[in-house]
């Protein structure tokens, strides 16, 4: 595929992306993700929410059921969001599946710190609450919580409770 078509297509899915904010019903827009190729359980509620890094458009999205993503949640979608079975983005949730200082303009903070890309996935019945950050390749265990505006640098147990910059466990 050539540069100029690998442009053109992610340009088409941003445009999907920005009609998807016209859905207002949260149930409708998680059925519109589904036509566009995201794999979406039943009972799914996603608010207004953005996507980004559409290189793939939504195939990297897998929603279980009973899922709710609040409003103003921006996912990254360029190495996989995984979202079980009933966990819960609280509004403002920002999952990002890679770390990137520049290197698509030779940025020689790339060399330095490096470039970093991983899935995310947010286990059953998990919380995420407002305005909380997970990084590339973290994953929250079941039943795990991650408390109003922390940083998810690295995994989080089945059943803990983190909060802070960054995270860190302050029970179960």
């Known amino acids: ?4 078509s690998s442009r053109l297509r992610k340009g088409v899915w ?4 920005k009609l998807l904010r016209f859905a207002i019903n949260p149930r409708l827009r998680a059925r519109l993700l589904r036509v566009c190729g995201a794999e979406v359980g039943e009972n799914v509620r996603i608010y207004e929410a953005s996507f980004i890094n559409l290189d793939t458009g939504f195939v990297g999205l897998k929603v279980g059921a009973d899922v709710h993503v609040g409003h103003g949640c921006i996912l990254d979608l360029s190495a996989g969001v995984t979202l079980e079975e009933g966990s819960v983005l609280s509004p403002g949730v920002v999952v990002m ?6 290197s698509s303009h030779g940025s020689p903070l790339a060399d330095r710190i ?4 991983g899935p995310v996935v947010v286990g059953r019945h998990a919380w995420i609450g407002a305005n909380a950050t997970i990084l590339a ?8 919580v991650v408390g109003a505006g922390a940083v998810v640098v ?9 909060v802070g910059v960054p995270a860190r466990p302050i029970g179960a």
């Open 1 to 4: 595929m050539s540069h100029r």
């Open 14 to 17: 941003v445009l999907v992306e």
């Open 97 to 102: 599946t890679h770390a990137d200082p520049g």
């Open 114 to 117: 490096g470039v970093k890309e």
């Open 137 to 144: 390749g973290v994953k929250v265990g079941e039943e795990g």
């Open 154 to 162: 690295r995994d989080v147990p089945p059943g803990e409770i983190w």
